[in-house]
Nanobody, 124 residues
Framework: QVQLVESGGGLVQAGDSLRLSCAASGRTFSSYVMGWFRQAPGKEREFVAALSRSGSTTYYADSVKGRFTISRDNAKNTVSLLMNSLKPEDTAVYYC?????????????????WGQGIQVTVSS
């Protein structure tokens, strides 16, 4: 069992930056692929970014590529999402997720554990 808790959300203006963090507890953090997903009002949950167990492989949605950076610290059991050049369309509840599958994936069904989500609002 893995417990995930997100932090760092809030209200920012377009063009600003924000860093989300996710703290994990439970089983060995480094054995999980980690991902970030988001869900905007009235829309389905969508993939944002994912990171391999070692942190050597990353995968981004086209909509955030070049603006967002995912990273992890296995010694501290944390994964972060640095979001630059934020746009109003980035407004959503952001979720941290953990997957025991070996490969980085954008599929939400690959992720067994989820945080409670945190709101990010970008004003224009």
């Amino acid at each position: 069992q893995v417990q995930l808790v997100e932090s760092g959300g809030g209200l920012v203006q377009a063009g600003d930056s924000l860093r989300l963090s996710c703290a994990a507890s439970g089983r060995t953090f480094s054995s999980y692929v980690m991902g970030w997903f988001r869900q905007a009002p009235g829309k389905e949950r969508e993939f944002v970014a994912a990171l391999s167990r070692s942190g050597s492989t990353t995968y981004y949605a086209d909509s955030v590529k070049g603006r967002f950076t995912i990273s992890r610290d296995n010694a501290k059991n944390t994964v972060s999402l640095l979001m630059n050049s934020l746009k109003p369309e980035d407004t959503a509840v952001y979720y941290c997720a953990a997957s025991s599958f070996a490969l980085v994936s954008s599929l939400s069904r690959r992720y067994e554990y989820w945080g409670q989500g945190i709101q990010v609002t970008v004003s224009s």
